[in-house]
């Protein structure tokens, strides 16, 4: 199988809807032992989740704005397992007044939390985990992204954060190549997650998609973008780091609508 015998860390799997509870369990179809973090209110729902994964796993606490969680998190990992194949940072947050038309508006105090736990974090989970990863022989960390390349409505501060995330994920695979460790994005297309919840505008999302993807785009199914992980945690992408990977019908490389036939000869 393609994940045989990696060990992985998933964190953000908080509905069935979620990429990283598909990550988790296309993982462990495909071999690995996974285990999973919560905090607050959220990790007695991921606790749940984790029973309803192929193989039930553990669930750690990981607040990513506290250093002592990840210190504790790597402690664990390295008395579990004493090494790290790969790690999904599924995790981001906005404040409401820093999304829907609050880009002017928004304060620091709005503005500062969405860096913090959308870009910042990704930057602290590599420094916590890096010793882990190099012990795996370098592993693959990977950030769930969504284009920051130009304006979505409504997505505002978070669109910045993502444009963030992306400029961290190219100065962490500079910082963590020396060691191996492979540093990606994988940049989805719009699915119906919790996180889709807090966009007022997200129906826009949906229009562009339906309009504009190639491939098509099922806003209801992640397993497209949790392969993808799957096979950046893999061992056949050994050259791969400081990308961000388009898991997207195709939008992003489209500049105008498209109708594509069907195979009846209709278009859809």
Known sequence: MLLSD???????????????????????EQGAEVVLTGFGRGLRITT??????????????L?????????????????????????LHAVAFAPPGALDGGFIDASWDE???????????????GRAFAP?????????????????????????WMGVAKAGLESCCRYLAHALGPQGTRVNLVAAGPLRTIAATAIGSFGVFEQVWAERAPLGWDVEDPMPVART????????????????????????????????????????
């Open 111 to 125: 503005v500062g939390p969405a860096f913090q736990i959308s870009a910042y974090s990704f930057a602290a989970m």
């Open 48 to 61: 749940a989740l984790a029973e309803e994964l192929p193989a039930p796993c553990a669930v750690l606490e």
């Open 229 to 268: 992980c799957c096979a950046l945690w893999s061992d056949w992408l050994p050259g791969v780091t400081g990308e961000v990977l388009h898991v997207d019908g195709g939008v992003h490389a489209m500049g105008a609508a498209v109708v594509v036939p069907a195979a009846n000869g209709g278009a859809r």
């Open 6 to 28: 990696k060990r992985l860390l998933i964190t953000g799997v908080l509905s069935r809807r979620s990429i990283a509870f598909a990550a988790a369990r296309a993982a462990q």
């Open 132 to 156: 882990l990863l190099a012990g795996a022989g370098g592993g693959s960390l990977i950030g769930l992204d969504f284009d920051a390349g130009q304006v979505w409505p409504g997505y505002d």
């Open 63 to 87: 607040d990513v704005t506290r250093p002592e969680h990840l210190a504790a998190v790597a402690e664990d990992l390295d008395r579990r397992w004493g090494r790290l194949d790969g790690i």
